[in-house]
């Protein structure tokens, strides 16, 4: 699977961005799908997770009710709602998909997921 993230920027603390991930090569709705985040100089984080059909979602704590996860299977395409941002959302954001053992699963871990986007730079600025 090949994945292509677009939509980050630069924007001001408060307002929205939306970035999306187009995926290729495989079927797309096999996949569970995460958006991921890594700060300048810190690690790679989680940020938000959903099924393979969209039944279940996930998200980490300083995104939850500000973010919102979705996807369009018929569209080979993941979605990442960001609102409220804050200058501490900047980071490179990536997409990544796994085939979990449990379809309903969500994880949380970079090393479970098989195939990741290249990033997309969201700068959030006071």
């Known amino acids: 699977v090949q994945l292509e993230e677009s939509g980050g920027g630069r924007v001001q603390a408060g307002t929205s961005l939306r970035l999306s991930c187009v995926a290729s090569?495989?079927?797309?709705?096999?996949?569970?799908m995460a958006w991921f985040r890594q700060p300048a100089g810190s690690e790679r984080e989680f940020v938000a997770g959903?099924?393979?059909?969209?039944?279940?979602?996930d998200y980490s704590d300083s995104v939850k009710g500000r973010f919102t996860i979705s996807r369009d299977n018929a569209k080979n395409t993941g979605y990442l709602q960001m609102n409220s941002l804050k200058p501490e959302d900047t980071a490179v954001y990536r997409c990544?998909?796994?085939?979990?053992?449990?379809?309903?699963?969500?994880?949380?871990?970079?090393?479970?997921?098989?195939?990741w986007g290249q990033g997309t730079q969201v700068t959030v600025f006071s």
């Open positions: 090569g495989r079927a797309f709705s096999n996949y569970g």
């Open positions: 959903i099924t393979w059909n969209g039944g279940s979602t």
């Open positions: 990544a998909v796994d085939l979990p053992a449990d379809a309903d699963y969500i994880d949380k871990t970079t090393s479970s997921y098989d195939y």
